[in-house]
Protein backbone atom coordinates (compact mmCIF):
# COMPACT_ATOMS: atom_id res chain seq x y z
CA UNK A 1 0.00 0.00 0.00
CA UNK A 2 2.71 2.27 1.04
CA UNK A 3 5.07 1.45 -2.57
CA UNK A 4 1.48 2.01 -4.26
CA UNK A 5 0.65 5.26 -2.25
CA UNK A 6 4.16 6.67 -3.26
CA UNK A 7 3.32 5.30 -6.93
CA UNK A 8 0.13 7.44 -7.15
CA UNK A 9 2.33 10.75 -5.77
CA UNK A 10 5.03 10.40 -8.22
CA UNK A 11 2.19 9.81 -10.80
CA UNK A 12 0.40 12.97 -10.11
CA UNK A 13 3.64 15.21 -9.32
CA UNK A 14 4.80 14.29 -12.93
CA UNK A 15 1.74 15.22 -14.45
CA UNK A 16 1.25 18.35 -12.56
CA UNK A 17 4.70 19.60 -13.80
CA UNK A 18 3.68 18.45 -17.30
CA UNK A 19 0.78 20.73 -16.70
CA UNK A 20 2.66 23.51 -15.52
CA UNK A 21 5.55 23.05 -18.38
CA UNK A 22 2.42 23.16 -21.20
CA UNK A 23 0.61 26.42 -19.20
CA UNK A 24 3.89 27.90 -18.95
CA UNK A 25 5.71 26.79 -22.83
CA UNK A 26 2.53 26.60 -25.14
CA UNK A 27 2.11 29.79 -26.98
CA UNK A 28 -1.69 29.04 -27.74
CA UNK A 29 -1.95 29.78 -23.71
CA UNK A 30 -0.46 33.57 -23.77
CA UNK A 31 -3.07 36.15 -23.01
CA UNK A 32 -1.55 38.88 -25.18
CA UNK A 33 -2.46 41.37 -28.43
CA UNK A 34 -3.16 39.69 -30.88
CA UNK A 35 -3.12 39.73 -34.79
CA UNK A 36 -5.62 39.23 -37.51
CA UNK A 37 -5.35 38.44 -41.39
CA UNK A 38 -7.35 38.13 -44.13
CA UNK A 39 -7.86 38.10 -47.90
CA UNK A 40 -9.53 37.42 -50.93
CA UNK A 41 -8.03 34.46 -53.09
CA UNK A 42 -8.84 35.35 -57.07
CA UNK A 43 -7.36 34.28 -60.10
CA UNK A 44 -5.66 36.22 -62.57
CA UNK A 45 -8.95 37.25 -64.37
CA UNK A 46 -10.18 38.79 -60.75
CA UNK A 47 -12.85 36.08 -60.55
CA UNK A 48 -12.79 34.34 -56.96
CA UNK A 49 -11.61 31.17 -55.98
CA UNK A 50 -13.74 29.17 -53.74
CA UNK A 51 -12.32 26.31 -51.71
CA UNK A 52 -8.98 27.68 -51.63
CA UNK A 53 -6.48 26.78 -48.86
CA UNK A 54 -4.63 29.07 -47.28
CA UNK A 55 -1.90 28.13 -44.88
CA UNK A 56 0.44 30.87 -42.71
CA UNK A 57 3.17 30.18 -41.04
CA UNK A 58 5.62 31.39 -38.55
CA UNK A 59 9.26 32.01 -39.44
CA UNK A 60 10.59 31.61 -35.93
CA UNK A 61 8.35 28.15 -35.28
CA UNK A 62 7.44 26.59 -38.43
CA UNK A 63 3.94 26.82 -36.52
CA UNK A 64 1.31 26.44 -39.27
CA UNK A 65 -2.21 27.52 -39.11
CA UNK A 66 -5.06 26.37 -41.70
CA UNK A 67 -7.78 27.94 -43.34
CA UNK A 68 -10.42 27.61 -46.65
CA UNK A 69 -11.32 30.27 -49.07
CA UNK A 70 -15.56 30.61 -48.66
CA UNK A 71 -17.91 30.47 -51.39
CA UNK A 72 -16.54 34.41 -51.99
CA UNK A 73 -12.41 33.46 -52.18
CA UNK A 74 -12.69 34.96 -48.44
CA UNK A 75 -10.91 33.93 -45.76
CA UNK A 76 -9.41 34.83 -42.41
CA UNK A 77 -7.47 34.22 -39.69
CA UNK A 78 -7.35 35.50 -36.26
CA UNK A 79 -5.37 35.15 -32.85
CA UNK A 80 -2.08 35.09 -34.60
CA UNK A 81 0.72 35.59 -32.00
CA UNK A 82 2.91 38.55 -32.84
CA UNK A 83 6.14 37.53 -35.41
CA UNK A 84 6.97 37.53 -38.94
CA UNK A 85 5.02 34.53 -41.02
CA UNK A 86 5.05 33.44 -44.76
CA UNK A 87 1.75 32.55 -46.58
CA UNK A 88 0.87 30.10 -49.31
CA UNK A 89 -2.43 29.12 -51.16
CA UNK A 90 -2.96 26.38 -52.68
CA UNK A 91 -5.96 25.01 -55.33
CA UNK A 92 -6.61 22.69 -57.46
CA UNK A 93 -5.59 23.53 -61.04
CA UNK A 94 -3.69 26.45 -60.61
CA UNK A 95 0.25 27.19 -59.47
CA UNK A 96 0.83 27.57 -55.81
CA UNK A 97 1.33 31.18 -54.56
CA UNK A 98 3.32 32.38 -52.09
CA UNK A 99 4.58 35.79 -50.03
CA UNK A 100 6.99 35.50 -46.89
CA UNK A 101 8.27 38.15 -44.59
CA UNK A 102 4.90 39.12 -43.81
CA UNK A 103 5.20 41.31 -39.83
CA UNK A 104 1.97 40.87 -37.59
CA UNK A 105 2.68 43.06 -34.88
CA UNK A 106 0.21 43.40 -31.82
CA UNK A 107 -3.42 44.12 -32.33
CA UNK A 108 -3.23 44.32 -36.29
CA UNK A 109 -5.98 43.81 -38.81
CA UNK A 110 -3.96 43.27 -42.02
CA UNK A 111 -5.43 42.16 -45.48
CA UNK A 112 -3.56 40.86 -48.90
CA UNK A 113 -5.29 41.86 -51.38
CA UNK A 114 -3.05 40.83 -54.11
CA UNK A 115 -3.50 37.33 -54.43
CA UNK A 116 -3.88 36.39 -58.13
CA UNK A 117 -4.08 32.18 -58.73
CA UNK A 118 -2.13 31.37 -62.25
CA UNK A 119 -3.62 28.66 -63.95
CA UNK A 120 -0.99 25.77 -63.64
CA UNK A 121 -0.37 22.58 -61.11
CA UNK A 122 0.42 22.94 -57.52
CA UNK A 123 4.43 21.72 -58.11
CA UNK A 124 4.78 25.01 -59.49
CA UNK A 125 5.12 28.07 -57.35
CA UNK A 126 4.50 31.91 -57.82
CA UNK A 127 6.39 33.58 -54.84
CA UNK A 128 5.75 37.00 -54.30
CA UNK A 129 7.96 39.48 -52.67
CA UNK A 130 7.52 42.52 -50.91
CA UNK A 131 7.88 44.39 -47.52
CA UNK A 132 5.42 44.17 -44.59
CA UNK A 133 4.25 48.09 -44.78
CA UNK A 134 2.82 47.34 -48.06
CA UNK A 135 0.28 45.03 -46.38
CA UNK A 136 -2.07 47.69 -45.12
CA UNK A 137 -4.47 47.94 -42.14
CA UNK A 138 -8.22 46.94 -42.40
CA UNK A 139 -10.68 47.97 -40.63
CA UNK A 140 -8.91 50.19 -38.19
CA UNK A 141 -8.11 53.48 -38.60
CA UNK A 142 -5.76 53.93 -35.10
CA UNK A 143 -2.85 55.68 -34.49
CA UNK A 144 -0.01 53.54 -33.62
CA UNK A 145 3.69 53.20 -33.88
CA UNK A 146 5.60 50.04 -33.06
CA UNK A 147 9.09 49.86 -31.53
CA UNK A 148 10.79 46.41 -32.93
CA UNK A 149 13.25 44.06 -31.80
CA UNK A 150 15.70 45.54 -33.87
CA UNK A 151 15.55 49.12 -32.18
CA UNK A 152 15.22 47.84 -28.54
CA UNK A 153 18.66 46.22 -29.30
CA UNK A 154 20.47 49.04 -31.02
CA UNK A 155 18.72 52.13 -29.47
CA UNK A 156 20.72 52.89 -26.18
CA UNK A 157 18.59 53.59 -22.92
CA UNK A 158 19.74 54.69 -19.73
CA UNK A 159 18.09 51.94 -18.30
CA UNK A 160 16.37 48.24 -19.40
CA UNK A 161 13.16 49.18 -19.58
CA UNK A 162 11.85 48.94 -22.65
CA UNK A 163 9.27 51.47 -21.96
CA UNK A 164 11.66 54.04 -22.03
CA UNK A 165 11.25 53.70 -25.68
CA UNK A 166 8.51 56.03 -25.75
CA UNK A 167 10.89 59.29 -25.17
CA UNK A 168 12.09 58.77 -29.38
CA UNK A 169 8.41 58.82 -30.33
CA UNK A 170 6.99 62.33 -31.77
CA UNK A 171 4.66 63.71 -29.22
CA UNK A 172 5.79 62.50 -25.93
CA UNK A 173 6.96 65.03 -23.39
CA UNK A 174 8.74 64.05 -20.28
CA UNK A 175 7.59 66.05 -17.34
CA UNK A 176 9.06 67.62 -14.40
CA UNK A 177 9.88 66.70 -11.10
CA UNK A 178 9.82 68.74 -7.79
CA UNK A 179 13.37 69.65 -8.32
CA UNK A 180 15.29 71.20 -11.01
CA UNK A 181 14.85 68.10 -12.98
CA UNK A 182 13.60 65.28 -14.63
CA UNK A 183 10.70 63.03 -12.54
CA UNK A 184 12.17 59.76 -14.74
CA UNK A 185 15.63 59.33 -15.60
CA UNK A 186 15.98 55.92 -16.09
CA UNK A 187 18.69 54.90 -13.58
CA UNK A 188 16.55 53.06 -10.73
CA UNK A 189 15.04 50.07 -11.08
CA UNK A 190 12.58 48.03 -8.79
CA UNK A 191 8.05 48.23 -8.51
CA UNK A 192 6.71 52.46 -9.31
CA UNK A 193 9.88 53.74 -10.75
CA UNK A 194 8.67 52.90 -15.07
CA UNK A 195 8.12 55.95 -17.13
CA UNK A 196 4.52 55.24 -16.82
CA UNK A 197 3.26 58.60 -15.42
CA UNK A 198 6.31 60.46 -16.17
CA UNK A 199 5.44 61.08 -19.90
CA UNK A 200 2.98 63.21 -21.58
CA UNK A 201 1.52 61.91 -24.88
CA UNK A 202 0.17 64.84 -27.11
CA UNK A 203 -0.32 67.27 -24.61
CA UNK A 204 -2.45 64.95 -22.58
CA UNK A 205 -1.69 64.59 -18.32
CA UNK A 206 0.20 61.63 -17.43
CA UNK A 207 -2.42 59.28 -16.37
CA UNK A 208 -3.83 58.71 -20.03
CA UNK A 209 -1.24 56.18 -20.58
CA UNK A 210 -1.86 52.75 -19.71
CA UNK A 211 0.47 49.78 -20.45
CA UNK A 212 0.14 46.35 -20.82
CA UNK A 213 2.53 43.33 -21.04
CA UNK A 214 1.32 39.91 -23.07
CA UNK A 215 -2.23 41.35 -22.84
CA UNK A 216 -1.96 42.06 -18.83
CA UNK A 217 -2.30 45.13 -17.03
CA UNK A 218 0.82 46.09 -15.62
CA UNK A 219 0.17 49.23 -13.85
CA UNK A 220 -1.12 50.63 -10.60
CA UNK A 221 -4.89 51.19 -11.90
CA UNK A 222 -5.37 53.83 -8.91
CA UNK A 223 -3.65 56.40 -10.69
CA UNK A 224 -2.18 54.72 -13.73
CA UNK A 225 1.54 55.52 -12.48
CA UNK A 226 4.13 53.59 -11.96
CA UNK A 227 4.45 50.18 -12.87
CA UNK A 228 4.40 46.78 -10.97
CA UNK A 229 6.67 45.00 -13.70
CA UNK A 230 9.36 46.02 -15.86
CA UNK A 231 8.78 45.60 -19.32
CA UNK A 232 12.96 44.41 -19.80
CA UNK A 233 14.42 45.26 -22.80
CA UNK A 234 15.93 41.95 -23.68
CA UNK A 235 12.69 40.08 -23.02
CA UNK A 236 10.50 41.98 -24.87
CA UNK A 237 9.74 41.82 -28.58
CA UNK A 238 8.17 45.07 -29.74
CA UNK A 239 6.12 47.77 -28.32
CA UNK A 240 2.94 49.13 -29.82
CA UNK A 241 1.53 52.35 -29.00
CA UNK A 242 -1.56 53.23 -29.92
CA UNK A 243 -2.70 57.09 -29.45
CA UNK A 244 -5.59 56.92 -31.05
CA UNK A 245 -8.81 55.30 -32.89
CA UNK A 246 -7.72 51.68 -32.10
CA UNK A 247 -10.39 49.04 -31.20
CA UNK A 248 -12.70 48.90 -28.58
CA UNK A 249 -10.32 45.63 -27.29
CA UNK A 250 -8.08 47.78 -25.57
CA UNK A 251 -10.09 48.72 -22.69
CA UNK A 252 -8.18 51.57 -21.31
CA UNK A 253 -6.15 54.73 -22.66
CA UNK A 254 -6.89 57.14 -24.32
CA UNK A 255 -3.06 55.88 -25.03
CA UNK A 256 -2.16 52.38 -25.23
CA UNK A 257 1.28 50.90 -24.52
CA UNK A 258 1.29 46.69 -25.54
CA UNK A 259 4.22 45.30 -24.81
CA UNK A 260 4.72 41.81 -26.37
CA UNK A 261 7.34 39.28 -24.13
CA UNK A 262 9.97 37.24 -26.38
CA UNK A 263 8.81 33.59 -27.17
CA UNK A 264 11.02 30.03 -28.15
CA UNK A 265 11.39 28.94 -31.78
CA UNK A 266 12.40 26.32 -33.68
CA UNK A 267 16.03 26.92 -32.66
CA UNK A 268 17.73 27.37 -29.39
CA UNK A 269 19.03 30.88 -28.40
CA UNK A 270 20.09 32.04 -25.72
CA UNK A 271 22.43 34.81 -24.39
CA UNK A 272 24.09 36.34 -21.12
CA UNK A 273 25.37 39.64 -20.39
CA UNK A 274 26.06 42.27 -17.75
CA UNK A 275 24.97 45.87 -17.81
CA UNK A 276 27.48 47.98 -15.49
CA UNK A 277 27.70 51.73 -14.77
CA UNK A 278 30.04 52.43 -11.99
CA UNK A 279 31.33 55.64 -10.13
CA UNK A 280 34.82 55.28 -10.84
CA UNK A 281 34.09 55.88 -14.67
CA UNK A 282 32.25 59.32 -12.93
CA UNK A 283 33.61 63.05 -12.71
CA UNK A 284 33.11 64.67 -10.05
CA UNK A 285 30.52 67.68 -10.01
CA UNK A 286 32.25 70.97 -10.79
CA UNK A 287 30.43 72.45 -7.57
CA UNK A 288 32.40 69.40 -5.32
CA UNK A 289 34.96 70.26 -6.92
CA UNK A 290 35.41 74.14 -6.17
CA UNK A 291 35.23 73.40 -2.48
CA UNK A 292 38.63 71.60 -2.58
CA UNK A 293 40.42 68.89 -0.61
CA UNK A 294 41.99 68.44 2.75
CA UNK A 295 44.38 65.99 3.91
CA UNK A 296 41.29 63.39 4.05
CA UNK A 297 40.68 63.38 0.23
CA UNK A 298 37.60 65.91 -1.77
CA UNK A 299 35.22 68.20 0.73
CA UNK A 300 32.45 67.08 -1.28
CA UNK A 301 33.29 63.89 -2.91
CA UNK A 302 31.98 62.24 -6.15
CA UNK A 303 28.46 59.93 -5.15
CA UNK A 304 29.43 56.60 -5.17
CA UNK A 305 26.44 55.05 -7.12
CA UNK A 306 26.54 52.02 -9.26
CA UNK A 307 24.36 49.96 -11.24
CA UNK A 308 25.20 46.33 -12.08
CA UNK A 309 22.31 44.08 -13.63
CA UNK A 310 23.64 40.52 -14.65
CA UNK A 311 21.36 38.47 -16.85
CA UNK A 312 20.54 36.00 -19.48
CA UNK A 313 17.79 34.18 -21.28
CA UNK A 314 17.70 30.85 -23.13
CA UNK A 315 14.93 30.20 -25.61
CA UNK A 316 13.91 26.99 -28.05
CA UNK A 317 11.95 23.80 -28.68
CA UNK A 318 10.78 21.58 -25.67
CA UNK A 319 12.51 17.71 -26.87
CA UNK A 320 12.29 14.83 -24.81
CA UNK A 321 15.44 12.87 -25.36
CA UNK A 322 14.76 9.34 -26.81
CA UNK A 323 11.43 10.17 -27.98
CA UNK A 324 9.62 11.49 -30.95
CA UNK A 325 7.84 13.85 -29.17
CA UNK A 326 7.85 17.59 -31.15
CA UNK A 327 10.43 16.03 -33.46
CA UNK A 328 9.79 18.36 -36.34
CA UNK A 329 9.71 21.40 -33.21
CA UNK A 330 7.00 23.22 -34.51
CA UNK A 331 4.28 22.12 -31.12
CA UNK A 332 5.68 23.37 -28.18
CA UNK A 333 8.24 25.96 -27.02
CA UNK A 334 9.85 27.62 -24.31
CA UNK A 335 11.58 30.98 -22.86
CA UNK A 336 12.96 31.45 -20.21
CA UNK A 337 14.93 34.85 -19.16
CA UNK A 338 15.86 36.16 -15.67
CA UNK A 339 17.79 39.80 -14.89
CA UNK A 340 18.94 40.88 -11.40
CA UNK A 341 18.63 44.76 -10.16
CA UNK A 342 22.06 45.21 -8.31
CA UNK A 343 21.82 48.57 -7.65
CA UNK A 344 23.57 51.35 -5.23
CA UNK A 345 22.34 54.91 -5.21
CA UNK A 346 24.05 57.38 -3.84
CA UNK A 347 22.65 61.22 -4.25
CA UNK A 348 25.66 62.97 -2.90
CA UNK A 349 25.95 65.78 -0.02
CA UNK A 350 22.98 68.18 -0.16
CA UNK A 351 23.67 71.79 0.20
CA UNK A 352 20.84 74.19 1.16
CA UNK A 353 21.46 77.78 1.88
CA UNK A 354 19.50 79.17 5.34
CA UNK A 355 19.33 83.22 5.92
CA UNK A 356 22.03 84.60 8.62
CA UNK A 357 21.21 86.81 11.39
CA UNK A 358 21.76 90.02 9.35
CA UNK A 359 19.58 89.00 6.46
CA UNK A 360 16.48 88.72 9.30
CA UNK A 361 17.13 92.09 10.24
CA UNK A 362 16.79 93.32 6.82
CA UNK A 363 21.31 93.76 6.33
CA UNK A 364 21.34 92.35 2.64
CA UNK A 365 25.02 94.19 2.79
CA UNK A 366 26.55 91.63 5.18
CA UNK A 367 25.08 89.18 2.21
Same mark, same amino acid.
Given at each position: ???????????????????????????????? /???????? %??????????????????????????? %?????????????????????????????????????????????????????????????? /???????? %?????????????????????????????????????????????????? %????????????????????????????????????????????????????????????????????????????????????????????????????????????????????????????????????????????????????????????????????????????????????
Amino acid at each position: MSRLLQLTQGTILALGSLALLLIVCSPALQAQ /GTAALTGT %VADSTGAVVAGATVILKSEASGDTRRT %VSNGDGYFTISAIQPGAYSVTVEAKGFSRWEQKDIVLNSGDKRNLSDIAMAVGTMAETVEVT /GVSSEIAP %VDSGEKSSVITTQQLQNIAIVGSNAAEFIKILPGMAITGGAQNGASFTGE %VHGTGNGPIGSFAANGQRTGALDITSDGAHIIDPGCNCGQAVDTNADMTQEMKIMTSNFGADAQKGPIVIAAVGKSGGNNFHGQAYLYARHNSMNANDWLNNAQGSNALGPVAPKPETKYLYPGGNIGGPVLIPGTNFNRNRDKLFFFFAYEYYNQTVDNGIYQAFVPTLYLHKGLFRQA
